[in-house]
């Protein structure tokens, strides 16, 4: 049993949907709330809903684990052969040894002793934490997935020790095998994300509730919508995570959740995902994302602060999340993943060029998912808006200057007040959007005639350097909609 303070009247507001999965059951008492772990069986069946292979429902590979356990692990090698007796093709921990060489002697010393016994711990847990199956979310599945931070530990623990086995196809990879064998510099700063994380809760366990959510909307008519646009706020320094409190938060994500968190990859997906990494259970459970899909990862605290990017990316510090709870006892952090479409001439993900990203159905189709993924949520009635950036814009190659216009107006047709846009220190970023925003603000402008400027411009086929200016131009055109009666 896990037990949170908070005021007597929250426990009135922590129903959820009917048809939410909770994994577990919560009783207030006197203030305290006690989670008691649950199977959420029939309701898996009444959705027809596929399980996750959890380790400890094969009697035998569990018997295993428990065996490879049963005495004290002192070294790199011992763990290697540990994990050998229950999974025979192990490879060898380069990328976790080269990170304990590098530690100071005490914490050597702290990780075999304290770390990793409390990691076996958590992972044995498993039977107890998950009494009955645990539901995949396949594609265009609805329901929200509850579950606690202490069963995300267990979940995290059997990670770590490579416990789960392969997915089924369309879903992201769940172990730890690529990060074992990199031993590039910023892999290892991914396993100090990892090993704080665990040194945290294993000083205290946090006592909160975690939302895993598909989202899918109907396509919108946005030369109809008459919603005003967002006001747009320019942030030249800072960072999404780090500035933008209370916001829905963009995570410019892969179509598989996580991308290359468990490898090599580290941008701004993976980055996320290692400093808070609660988020890499959304890996065990969602399938790949289809084009008008989102997924929101609600209540998901962080435990690591960094600096640098990519290969230069570094563990710089422990972060106290001090974000207060919502009625349901979720950190009142709220991520949205959109996949972006792949531009990168020769990726063998991408279907497309550069040249195509300004077709009008490439452009729709980048417009729906930003839309579906920025749109206001009853569920989170504490966002005030979105926070976010060059999103698809880096590897995958996609224009900044329509990314942006795309994003304004899928915010604002999601009926949000303000889009927040990082740049990141780029000094390649357009500065005439800023002017343009203000523009269409002080004259009322609306998502429709933003969106039929857009496509204006897109038929004429202006030069990208151009776009914002031949859209402007035409907006210039366009008289100021009469005020509402």
Known sequence: HATVQTKECDLVKMAVPSRALRLFTAVGSGGKVVFTP?????????????AVRMPHQGGEYWQRVLGAFASPIRSVDELLRAMQQYKRKQAPLHGLNRYVRLLPGDRQASFF????????????????????PVPHLPVHCLE???????????????????????????YPHFNMDGLYSCTREHTTAKFECLVNYFRRVHAEMPNGVLTIQRRS???LDFKSCTLPLAKLELSGEGRI??????????????????????????????????????????????????PDESIHLVGFERFSNYVGYGSSFTWHSDHRDTTPRDSELRRRTALTAID?????????????????QFKPEA????????????????????VTGVATGNWGCGAFEGDKRLKALIQLLAASAGNNDVLRYFTFGDSDWPPELLSLSHGMAARGLRVCDLYRALLVALAHRARPEMLIRVVAEHLSSIPAPAPAP
């Open 363 to 382: 452009v729709h189709r980048e417009l729906h998912k930003a839309y579906v993924g920025f749109a206001r949520s009853d569920l989170l009635p504490w």
């Open 340 to 356: 972006a479409i792949n531009y990168r001439p020769r990726s063998v993900q991408s279907l497309f060029d550069r040249a195509s």
């Open 144 to 170: 929200p997935l509850h579950l606690t931070q202490r069963q995300a530990a267990s979940l995290l623990a059997g990670l770590f020790l490579n416990l789960f086995a392969k997915q089924p196809p369309g």
């Open 38 to 50: 649950r199977s959420c069986e029939a309701e898996m069946a009444a959705l027809k809903l596929p």
């Open 113 to 132: 002793r304290d770390t990793l016994p409390f990691i076996i711990e958590l992972a044995l847990s498993l039977p107890r934490m998950f009494p009955g």
């Open 241 to 290: 995570e780090d500035d933008a409190p209370g916001m829905l938060h963009a995570d410019f994500a892969n179509m598989f959740i996580g991308g290359g968190v468990l490898g090599h990859g580290c941008v701004q997906e993976e980055i996320l995902f290692v400093i808070k990494p609660e988020c890499l259970i959304s890996c065990l459970f969602c399938e790949r994302m289809e």
């Open 217 to 219: 909307l109907p396509q």
